[in-house]
């Protein structure tokens, strides 16, 4: 299914911190090579169609601030250095969010602060403030990637979230939850996944790995109940609120990792009531313990499983829900079947597309 927003449609860009083509070592922009061949360099975003432009003047702007800081930017950990990645995030309500992750190294709470301050101030008084960012969020991590939990994201300027509006809903955003990375197109895959579930006034919709709950409460009007579950605490506060500010009653939401949480839930699950569920993981695909649940509850008859990488680790949850029952993996209950598969041209400019695909049994 094609989709309605061609350019500029990416409401979530992360940009690096490594060497240019000019040998530019504060050059703000995505890798081009690998770490293998040791032949990354940092190439700025400006000719790409499917960032908008907003994205690539927050790039800019956060490049020519660590030009002129006296701190490295940190390419390697144990070289040093400290200015890292850009993230910003933008809605169609005109909010723009920027989260920076610095590393630390060996600097005090006092060097920090003083860190804290100059970019706050070069991004709201400085050549930064024609940025108008809604958020300003800084992250001191000494990893790779970091959640909330694990490093918290420090608000320098402006309001905690940022908001987007979706198929009449307006949803509240933080930092580091899940939102599709194309509005306009979530709304066309939302849609067909409302029709492909077939809910009646007593089905059960189970949202797993919910995010701010976009899929579950765009179609609470059309069930019963919708449970979703999520393990990004902040993602699960904000499917809360969303739920409230819309006046949406009929939703629960549970924080923690699906492995634990979905067992527990459907160990108890006796009701008649028909059971839908719509799974939309990371690329690492869905736990093992996640599979053997849905498998072993008998109210799930229909399975929507939404996938950007279905070749990767998705492909494993397939073969592991189709399967005959294994008792050497622990995969009991009836198997499902793939009944259909629809393609949504969600990264335009891209050869990704984003995948729905509906199990039955």
Request: glycine share 8%.
């Amino acid at each position: 299914l094609p989709q309605p927003i061609i350019n500029g449609y990416r409401n979530k860009s992360t940009f690096s911190v490594n060497r240019g083509p000019d040998g530019n070592p504060k050059t703000v922009g995505l890798y081009v090579g690998t770490g293998r061949e040791r032949n990354i360099v940092c190439v700025k975003a400006n000719h790409l169609e499917n960032i908008p432009s907003k994205h690539k003047q927050v790039a800019q702007c956060y490049e020519e601030f660590i030009c002129r800081s006296p701190l490295d930017s940190c390419i390697l950990f144990h070289e040093g250095g400290h200015w890292r990645e850009l993230v910003v995030r933008t809605t169609s309500c005109g909010h723009t969010m920027a989260i920076i992750t610095f590393h630390p190294q060996q600097l005090g709470q006092e060097a920090l602060a003083t860190q804290k301050a100059l970019l706050k101030e070069f991004f709201t008084c400085g050549p930064g403030a024609v940025c108008a960012l809604t958020s300003l969020y800084f992250q001191e991590s000494t990893m790779t990637r970091c959640s909330h939990e694990q490093c918290p994201y420090q608000l320098l300027h402006g309001t905690p979230h940022i908001f987007e509006e979706l198929l009449g809903l307006k949803f509240r955003i933080s930092p580091d939850a899940f939102f599709q990375v194309n509005t306009a197109g979530a709304e066309v895959l939302y849609q067909a996944v409302g029709e492909l579930c077939q809910a009646t006034g007593d089905t059960v919709l189970l949202d797993i790995c919910c995010g701010t709950g976009t899929i579950g409460l765009s179609l609470a009007h059309r069930v019963s109940r919708v449970i979703g579950v999520e393990v990004v605490e902040k993602a699960i506060e904000d499917a809360e609120w969303n739920a409230a500010f819309n006046g949406i009653s009929n939703c629960e939401f549970h924080s923690g990792k699906a492995e634990a949480v979905l067992p527990q839930l459907l160990a108890s699950w006796e009701d008649a009531q028909p059971l839908v569920a719509v799974v939309n993981p990371s690329r690492a695909g869905l736990h093992y313990r996640v599979v053997r649940a849905i498998r072993s509850c008998r109210s799930i008859r229909r399975l929507l499983y939404i996938s950007c990488k279905p070749e990767g680790e998705a492909m494993r949850n397939f073969l592991e829900l189709c399967c005959p029952p294994d008792p050497q993996k622990k995969l009991a209950g009836e198997p499902f079947a793939p009944v259909l598969a629809i393609p949504f041209d969600l990264f335009p400019h891209t050869l990704h597309c984003e995948l729905v695909l509906l199990f039955t049994r």
